[in-house]
């Protein structure tokens, strides 16, 4: 049950990020227990997902013990570790030549679980392919 609700929750995410046309195409969804609280893309101004699915939260007390899916490691992790998100499912680490990102370490570190689910990465790096040339 655990995995067909992470790869549905991932593939929202997966959705959110075909929603946009930017350099970086990122999708974040945030569930707290089975119940959507908030979600968000990369958007124009280069606001990470997951900082818009964290402002956008419609109750931020819910984002204490939630759970984040991303399509991609998130870079923000402190603000992550502040809202006090309990977990963050990751679909594919951040290709180094995004940037140099060290999310999934610092998470861990903070306490934050984190959980890479490498049988959707294909899917995840589907939106930002346009960038995987050089890799």
Aim: proline residues 1%; aromatic residues 2%.
């Amino acid at each position: 049950m655990r995995r067909r609700t992470d790869s549905a929750a991932v593939e929202r995410g997966i959705f959110e990020s075909d929603n946009i046309r930017q350099r970086q195409q990122v999708g974040t969804v945030i569930l707290h227990g089975n119940q959507i609280i908030a979600t968000g893309h990369t958007l124009a101004d280069g606001q990470h997902a997951a900082m818009v699915a964290i402002g956008g939260a419609r109750r931020t007390e819910l984002l204490r013990g939630a759970t984040m899916y991303t399509t991609m490691e998130p870079s923000c992790t402190e603000r992550i570790v502040e809202a006090g998100v309990a977990c963050v499912v990751i679909g594919v680490k951040e290709p180094t030549t995004f940037e140099n990102c060290n999310g999934v370490e610092e998470l861990r570190v903070a306490g934050v679980d984190v959980v890479h689910l490498k049988f959707l990465e294909e899917e995840c790096l589907r939106t930002n392919i346009h960038l995987l040339a050089g890799e």
